[in-house]
Structures are given as structure tokens and as C-alpha cells.
């Protein structure tokens, strides 16, 4: 082992921009904690798992890699690989997504989270036509994907996704954008797995003549440092990079001993470290399709509210006070029970409640509905709200 476990090797792709701002921010960390740094590319021609083995054979005690695919034995020992099992030769660190036959320690960003929190955006505002560019098999695109269809889901609007191959490159955004347009049928919105595929969008769709956010919203994914030019100023979702090298050189010092915290290798889900929250960046490029009003024939200020819920809480009392979830005080509060609409409308200082759904849902006076349920519930009373000719906007939450 090197000067006690302080020689560290970090892979990554240097064609990434959000790859290098973590490798910047890792030399940040690496420093704080008394760790030398040892880099390692990967590419279309060289492996992750070349690369890391390179760096092992430098004398590496720990590796960091940025970002992992289905399939990789990183740091795997010859002599195990060969009796069919899979057994790294010192610790891994992935930063990215998690996969569940890899050995190793995973940090990262809540994905799902992410990608939910951008089409949430986007049906707040009024979109139903929602498209998603993929990230194809690079590291989190899957997760990404995954958000995006739930959110549809949970809104209602599962029979309007509509999905396009990408890969995390500008050119991939830009044939995506081509694609969109020679099929015609344009969507109103675009969620895209990551920034640089929504600056090559942008560029083509503004070439072609449509208005960003005018007669199409965008939104990214990462918020690297091209997503806040003027030119672009781009509706993205932030990931906590110096976090993400924080937890990883945390992770390293579990793994080596170096920490009184016992690094976790077993299991699905992040382990070693934390999940980091992502935060949505509202910017320039979203805003409520053209010509979309909250419901024909209706003034948005006379709307009238109802709650569908069964648990209130201050994240949802504070999600109720936000400024573009509901245009108006919430009116009605109908749950799965009496008594518990009446825990409720008592908390939210509401005079009317209801014992069952149905009953808001076909009241005649009540033009929108919140609904705050858990998981497929959600997505069951949303979907009979619309059929009863309601607004529907729908918790992150749930």
C-alpha cells in the first residue's frame, strides 16, 4: 500500500464536461483529505476496466470511477475472474449509478428524483405533450428514463410519452431535434437526459425557427457551466458536484481504514456514502405552452381548489404555499375517511371535507383538484379527476 492508502486513481471520460468538474472537485477533496491523485481515461477504445487495471499496476490503493456500466469487473483479480466469480483487487468507488453485480462502493445523485422533479416542472406549467431525449447505456440514463416515465404516469399522461435515442453528445441532441421535425407532430416540451444534448437541440430548433421557450420548453440535465450562458440560459437539473467528491474521498477513506465509518459494498441502492438531492434550476428555456390557458372558457383566478389527500404534513402544507402549484386557496379536502378529512381541512383551516374521493371529484363547483396521494393512487384519482372534465396537478411527492 502506498504512503499508508494516500495514492488514489480516478477514471473518467475526459469528453464530459460534468466528468471533469468532478475530477476539478476531486483534487479538491483529495487534498483536504491527505490523498494523491492518479488519472485515468476511458474512451470509445479504452475500457474502464483497462483503465482502472492500469492504474492498479501504478499503485493505486483505491479507485474512483466516474460512472459504470452493466457488465464491468472493475479492478477484477485474474485469478478470481477465471473460477467464474468477480472479486476487485483493491476498493472501488463508482460515483454514478448503482449496479447491482458490481463490487463496490456507489455514490451519487438521487436520478430518478431528478428526471421526476423536470417533468413535474413541465406539467406544472401546463404541458401534456412531453418528450424524452434518452441517454442511451452511458452511467444514470436508465434511472433518468425511469423518472420521466413515472412522472408521465403518475400525471396521467402515460399513453403521451414519447421517447427518442440519445448519448449524451450535442450531436446526438441535434439528430434528435432533426428526427422531431421531419415526424412533425412536435411536442409542446423536451426533457433531455443531459445538457449537452440539449444544447445541440436548442441549436437546431432555433435554426429551424421555432422560439425556446415561446413554441417549445427544454430542460436539461446536470448543469454544467455552458447550461447559465446568456445565450442559453437552460432549465436544468443541478447535481451537487463538489458533494458528489466529497462523499467519494469519504467512501475512499471508509474502504482504506483511513475512516471510523465501515464501507458497504453488499446490496442494491447507495452505499459508503449518501444519496445527493438534485435541485431543479429554473432558467429561460420552460415556460407554459403557447396559447395555453388552465382550462378553456375559465378564468384562472376564479378557479376553485379541492384536495385529494390522506396525510398532511409541512412538506405538502409548504408544497400548497408555493407559488405556481394551485392559483387560488384549496376549498374542499376529500381523503380516504371522515375523520381523516377532518384532520385535515382542520389543519389547512378548510370548512368543508368529505369522506370519499368521489364525492370532490363530482362536486360541480369545484374546478381543479390537488391531489396528494401516495404512488398508484396518485395516478388512479388523477386520471378519473380529468375524466370528470377537473384541472389535475399532482404532488411531487407522491
Same mark, same amino acid.
Not at 151 to 178: H, I, N, P, S, W
Not at 232 to 257: C, E, H, K
Given at each position: 500500500?502506498?504512503?499508508?492508502?494516500?495514492?488514489?486513481?480516478?477514471?473518467?471520460?475526459?469528453?464530459?464536461?460534468?466528468?471533469?468538474?468532478?475530477?476539478?472537485?476531486?483534487?479538491?477533496?483529495?487534498?483536504?483529505?491527505?490523498?494523491?491523485?492518479?488519472?485515468?481515461?476511458?474512451?470509445?477504445?479504452? /475500457?474502464?476496466? &483497462?483503465?482502472?487495471?492500469?492504474?492498479?499496476?501504478?499503485?493505486? !490503493?483505491?479507485?474512483?470511477?466516474?460512472?459504470?456500466?452493466?457488465?464491468?469487473?472493475?479492478?477484477? =483479480?485474474?485469478?478470481?475472474?477465471?473460477?467464474?466469480?468477480?472479486?476487485?483487487?483493491?476498493?472501488?468507488?463508482?460515483?454514478?449509478?448503482?449496479?447491482?453485480?458490481?463490487?463496490?462502493?456507489?455514490?451519487? #445523485?438521487?436520478?430518478?428524483?431528478?428526471?421526476?422533479?423536470?417533468?413535474?416542472?413541465?406539467?406544472?406549467?401546463?404541458?401534456?405533450?412531453?418528450?424524452?431525449?434518452?441517454?442511451?447505456?452511458?452511467?444514470?440514463?436508465?434511472?433518468?428514463? &425511469?423518472?420521466?416515465?413515472?412522472?408521465?404516469?403518475?400525471?396521467?399522461?402515460?399513453?403521451?410519452?414519447?421517447?427518442?435515442?440519445? =448519448?449524451?453528445?450535442?450531436?446526438?441532441?441535434?439528430?434528435?431535434?432533426?428526427?422531431?421535425?421531419?415526424?412533425?407532430?412536435?411536442? /409542446?416540451?423536451?426533457?433531455?437526459?443531459?445538457?449537452?444534448?440539449?444544447?445541440?437541440?436548442?441549436?437546431?430548433?432555433?435554426?429551424?425557427?421555432?422560439?425556446?421557450?415561446? !413554441?417549445?420548453?427544454?430542460?436539461?440535465?446536470?448543469?454544467?457551466?455552458?447550461?447559465?450562458?446568456?445565450?442559453?440560459?437552460? /432549465?436544468?437539473? &443541478?447535481?451537487?458536484?463538489?458533494?458528489?467528491?466529497?462523499?467519494?474521498?469519504?467512501?475512499?477513506?471508509?474502504?482504506?481504514?483511513?475512516?471510523?465509518?465501515?464501507?458497504?459494498?453488499?446490496?442494491?441502492?447507495?452505499?459508503?456514502?449518501?444519496?445527493?438531492?438534485?435541485?431543479?434550476?429554473? &432558467?429561460?428555456? #420552460?415556460?407554459?405552452?403557447?396559447?395555453?390557458?388552465?382550462?378553456?372558457?375559465?378564468?384562472?383566478?376564479?378557479?376553485?381548489?379541492?384536495?385529494?389527500?390522506?396525510?398532511? =404534513?409541512?412538506?405538502?402544507?409548504?408544497?400548497?404555499?408555493?407559488?405556481?402549484?394551485?392559483?387560488?386557496?384549496?376549498?374542499?379536502?376529500?381523503?380516504?375517511?371522515?375523520?381523516?378529512?377532518?384532520?385535515?381541512? !382542520?389543519?389547512?383551516?378548510?370548512?368543508?371535507?368529505?369522506?370519499?374521493?368521489?364525492?370532490?371529484?363530482? =362536486?360541480?363547483?369545484? !374546478?381543479?383538484?390537488?391531489?396528494?396521494?401516495?404512488?398508484?393512487?396518485?395516478?388512479?384519482?388523477?386520471?378519473?379527476?380529468?375524466?370528470?372534465?377537473?384541472?389535475?396537478?399532482?404532488?411531487?411527492?407522491?
Amino acid at each position: 500500500m502506498s504512503e499508508s492508502g494516500r495514492l488514489v486513481g480516478v477514471v473518467f471520460g475526459a469528453s464530459s464536461p460534468f466528468e471533469a468538474d468532478l475530477v476539478d472537485e476531486l483534487y479538491a477533496s483529495a487534498d483536504a483529505g491527505g490523498y494523491r491523485l492518479a488519472l485515468g481515461l476511458h474512451s470509445g477504445t479504452r /475500457t474502464r476496466e &483497462r483503465a482502472v487495471a492500469d492504474l492498479i499496476e501504478q499503485g493505486c !490503493d483505491a479507485v474512483v470511477v466516474v460512472g459504470a456500466e452493466y457488465g464491468d469487473r472493475l479492478g477484477a =483479480d485474474p485469478a478470481s475472474s477465471a473460477t467464474g466469480s468477480y472479486a476487485p483487487v483493491v476498493p472501488i468507488i463508482v460515483v454514478g449509478e448503482r449496479i447491482p453485480d458490481l463490487v463496490a462502493v456507489t455514490i451519487g #445523485t438521487d436520478e430518478w428524483r431528478g428526471a421526476q422533479m423536470a417533468v413535474q416542472h413541465l406539467i406544472d406549467l401546463g404541458h401534456t405533450a412531453i418528450a424524452h431525449v434518452e441517454g442511451g447505456d452511458h452511467p444514470c440514463a436508465a434511472e433518468r428514463l &425511469r423518472g420521466y416515465l413515472g412522472a408521465m404516469a403518475a400525471a396521467g399522461f402515460r399513453d403521451e410519452c414519447r421517447t427518442m435515442v440519445g =448519448d449524451y453528445t450535442e450531436e446526438a441532441g441535434a439528430l434528435a431535434a432533426e428526427r422531431m421535425l421531419a415526424e412533425g407532430d412536435l411536442p /409542446t416540451a423536451v426533457f433531455l437526459a443531459n445538457d449537452r444534448m440539449a444544447i445541440g437541440f436548442i441549436e437546431v430548433m432555433r435554426h429551424s425557427g421555432l422560439r425556446i421557450p415561446e !413554441d417549445m420548453s427544454v430542460v436539461g440535465y446536470d448543469d454544467g457551466p455552458h447550461a447559465i450562458l446568456g445565450h442559453l440560459n437552460l /432549465t436544468t437539473v &443541478r447535481q451537487d458536484v463538489p458533494g458528489l467528491a466529497g462523499a467519494a474521498m469519504d467512501a475512499v477513506a471508509s474502504s482504506l481504514g483511513n475512516s471510523e465509518v465501515v464501507a458497504d459494498t453488499g446490496g442494491f441502492g447507495f452505499y459508503g456514502a449518501r444519496t445527493l438531492e438534485p435541485e431543479l434550476m429554473v &432558467r429561460a428555456t #420552460t415556460a407554459p405552452p403557447a396559447g395555453w390557458l388552465p382550462d378553456a372558457g375559465r378564468d384562472e383566478g376564479r378557479l376553485r381548489w379541492g384536495l385529494l389527500a390522506d396525510s398532511c =404534513d409541512d412538506v405538502l402544507v409548504h408544497e400548497l404555499g408555493t407559488p405556481g402549484r394551485v392559483s387560488g386557496p384549496i376549498e374542499v379536502v376529500a381523503s380516504s375517511s371522515t375523520a381523516v378529512a377532518w384532520e385535515i381541512a !382542520d389543519r389547512l383551516g378548510i370548512m368543508v371535507s368529505y369522506g370519499i374521493y368521489e364525492d370532490l371529484i363530482d =362536486d360541480p363547483d369545484i !374546478d381543479a383538484i390537488f391531489v396528494a396521494l401516495p404512488g398508484d393512487a396518485q395516478e388512479l384519482w388523477s386520471h378519473k379527476a380529468r375524466e370528470a372534465g377537473k384541472i389535475v396537478r399532482c404532488s411531487s411527492g407522491g
